[in-house]
């Protein structure tokens, strides 16, 4: 008979990254999935995952955490107080944003949702959205779901 207490394994336990981060990606990972399931029995809108530490994570970090979901993330980015005009894409996507900040308006749900660093928009298809770059600029990082 086996007495050893159960491992805990990370859900990104594949990944050579800090305890710190892993406790974070673990904590993200099981509020996007509670609050997801909450969202499929309603109408699907974006959501918004704030980065739950004070420090901002790393580009390296947001990248690890995206390709740990299957997802085959790049990069882009834009200058200060770029606009792009309101449109849709066929497809869901993820964005992360590693430096600057960002603000996506939803004028169907008559919504603005600003990002910042380490802060993630979960974007599902066909969803009408305009963006508007910050004072900073921004980079980020997206991922398509498929």
């Known amino acids: 008979?086996?007495?050893?207490?159960?491992?805990?394994?990370?859900?990104?336990?594949?990944?050579?990254?800090?305890?710190s981060t892993l406790f974070l990606a673990d904590w993200l990972h099981g509020w996007r999935l509670a609050t997801q399931q909450s969202m499929n029995k309603m109408k699907i809108t974006p959501l918004v995952s704030p980065w739950p530490d004070p420090e901002q994570p790393?580009?390296?970090?947001?990248?690890?955490?995206?390709?740990?979901?299957?997802?085959?993330p790049y990069a882009w980015s834009n200058g200060p107080f770029d606009m792009y005009s309101a449109h849709t894409h066929s497809y869901?996507?993820?964005?992360?944003?590693?430096?600057?900040?960002?603000?996506?308006?939803l004028p169907e749900l008559g919504k603005q949702i600003t990002l910042k660093a380490g802060d993630r928009l979960d974007l599902p298809a066909n969803t009408v959205h305009d963006a508007s770059v910050g004072a900073s600029g921004v980079v980020c990082l997206e991922g398509h779901k498929r």
């Not at 947001?62 to 740990?68: D, K, R, S, T």
């Open 1 to 19: 008979m086996n007495t050893r207490a159960p491992v805990r394994r990370s859900f990104f336990c594949k990944m050579d990254l800090p305890a």
């Open 58 to 72: 790393t580009r390296s970090v947001l990248w690890q955490l995206m390709v740990g979901e299957g997802l085959d």
């Open 92 to 105: 869901d996507k993820v964005i992360y944003v590693v430096q600057g900040s960002i603000t996506f308006g």
